[in-house]
Antibody, heavy 119, light 106 residues
Framework: EVQLVQSGAEVKKPGESLKISCQAS????????IAWVRQMPGEGLEWVGI????????RYSPSFQGQVTISADESISTTYLQWSSLKASDTAMYYC????????????WGQGTLVTVSS | SYELTQVPSVAVSPGQTASITCSGN??????ASWYQQKPGQSPLLVIY???KRPSGIPERFSGSNSGNTVTLTISGTQPMDEAVYYC?????????FGGGTKVTVL
């Protein structure tokens, strides 16, 4: 069974750094891209970016380029999303999701990580 | 930037058919997926490649496309289908989501 298990909720202050994780199991980690999706409170889904774990090739939405960094650790089948300096506007639920390249779709989703940034 | 447009809400009576549309420039040249999201839950893939249904998704969910519009149809809508539905497609290596349509089963 494919599973994407995300790290727990975080409460941070503006200016702090943060790294959240998404651990995959039930399939060969290096065969699939993993994407991150943001959902602000009461809002829709926004694509943040995507990474291929085999070579850490990461691509970003223009809206998030330079604002976040996506990385992967093949040895523990884990993908990360990190911020160097959080803003209040980063408050949102963040989902990781597996991308099926041949089907142009996202077939499995993590449970989400709630990030709250407040002074 | 590329945009996918969805109506904000659709109301349907139990047992009736709900049709949810998603339109975008040259969408006929792309593949679309549909995701269902219930309150407090992660999105769930219900249709991919415009009309394919993943295993485990009920047959009452179907997808179609015509011109620059893709449509998700829920036949015999059940109260458990009440959710927000998002369409998604790729444009120049960027994944784009529609704004979402809230389906209310009255």
């Amino acid at each position: 069974e494919v599973q994407l298990v995300q790290s727990g909720a975080e409460v941070k202050k503006p200016g702090e750094s943060l790294k959240i994780s998404c651990q995959a199991s039930g399939y060969k980690f290096t065969d699939y891209w993993i994407a991150w999706v943001r959902q602000m409170p009461g809002e829709g889904l926004e694509w943040v970016g995507i990474i291929h774990p085999i070579d850490s090739d990461a691509r970003y939405s223009p809206s998030f380029q330079g604002q976040v960094t996506i990385s992967a650790d093949e040895s523990i089948s884990t993908t990360y999303l990190q911020w160097s300096s959080l803003k209040a506007s980063d408050t949102a639920m963040y989902y990781c999701t597996r991308h099926l390249y041949d089907s142009s779709t996202f077939d499995n989703w993590g449970q989400g990580t709630l990030v709250t940034v407040s002074s | 930037s590329y945009e996918l447009t969805q109506v904000p809400s659709v109301a349907v009576s139990p047992g009736q058919t709900a049709s949810i549309t998603c339109s975008g420039n040259k969408l006929e040249n792309k593949y679309a997926s549909w995701y269902q999201q219930k309150p407090g839950q992660s999105p769930l893939l219900v249709i991919y490649l415009n009309k394919k249904r993943p295993s485990g998704i009920p047959e009452r969910f179907s997808g179609s496309n015509s011109g620059n519009t893709v449509t998700l149809t829920i036949s015999g809508t059940q109260p458990m289908d009440e959710a927000v539905y998002y369409c998604q497609a790729w444009d120049r290596d960027i994944a784009v989501f529609g704004g979402g349509t809230k389906v209310t089963v009255l």
